[in-house]
């Protein structure tokens, strides 16, 4: 069981935006403004689209979206597009005797 | 650009050491900008930090694989690697190196390297 719960899946057509949730407690998401968020293809190595809770790297489509409260740290991806399906993860730091903790992750399906 | 790059034995016999290394080319270890990391992801589930690694020598470690996982750094050859004892099934796995900020995020990874654990 992974530290953060994210849900398994969700999906949206073209256009539209999605909301992926990442739940952990005060002693991760809620203690810190260190979450991450990360896209993976199949196959492929994840990719940094979101850190610090709301901070986008360079190249990443300002269609990403982070935002947090309380121990719940959300992304959100407006106008939706076919290579968005991918899964995503996210990732907070949880103090000094864990570290780092991902989510299960969320399977984008893209309608 | 900086890339990373796994590299080692992609089947491991149970009981015995998983090792790693991650060569890093277009970019120093030694610059001390950066954390050095190994994450990994079992066939079809989700991705588990391992550690991460100053270019110092500074480590820190998932208390979960803490008393099996040891990480090193070379920086005459720009390299880090990973040790995992006593491995079993359940360490079966894609290792990743990545790069990354202390406590922030993980910026750039490598390709990853399947490891199987198997007699």
């Known amino acids: 069981q992974s530290a953060l719960t994210q849900p398994r899946s969700v999906s949206g057509s073209p256009g539209q935006s999605v909301t992926i949730s990442c739940t952990g407690t005060s002693s991760d998401v809620g203690g810190y403004n260190y979450v991450s968020w990360y896209q993976q293809h199949p196959g492929k190595a994840p990719k940094l689209m979101i850190y610090?809770?709301?901070k986008r790297p360079s190249g990443v489509p300002d269609r990403f979206s982070g935002s947090k409260s309380g121990n719940t740290a959300s992304l959100t991806i407006s106008g939706l597009q076919a290579e968005d399906e991918a899964d995503y993860y996210c990732?907070?730091?949880?103090?000094?005797?864990?570290?780092?903790?991902f989510g299960g992750g969320t399977k984008l399906t893209v309608l | 650009q900086v890339q990373l790059q796994e590299s080692g034995p992609g089947l491991v016999k149970p009981s015995q050491t998983l090792s790693l290394t991650c060569t890093v080319s277009g970019g120093s270890i030694s610059s001390g900008d950066y954390y050095w990391s190994w994450i990994r992801q079992p066939p079809g589930k989700g991705l588990e930090w391992i550690g991460y690694?100053?270019?110092?020598?500074?480590?820190y470690y998932n208390p979960s694989l803490k008393s099996r996982v040891t990480i090193s750094v070379d920086t005459s050859k720009n390299q880090f690697s990973l040790k995992l004892s006593s491995v079993t099934a359940a360490d079966t796995a894609v290792y990743y190196c990545?790069?990354?900020?202390?406590?922030?995020?993980?910026?750039?990874w490598g390709r990853g390297t399947l490891v199987t654990v198997s007699s």
């Open positions: 990545a790069r990354g900020e202390y406590l922030e995020y993980f910026d750039l």
């Open positions: 610090d809770v709301s």
């Open positions: 990732c907070s730091y949880a103090g000094s005797y864990t570290f780092e903790v």
């Open positions: 690694i100053y270019y110092s020598g500074s480590t």
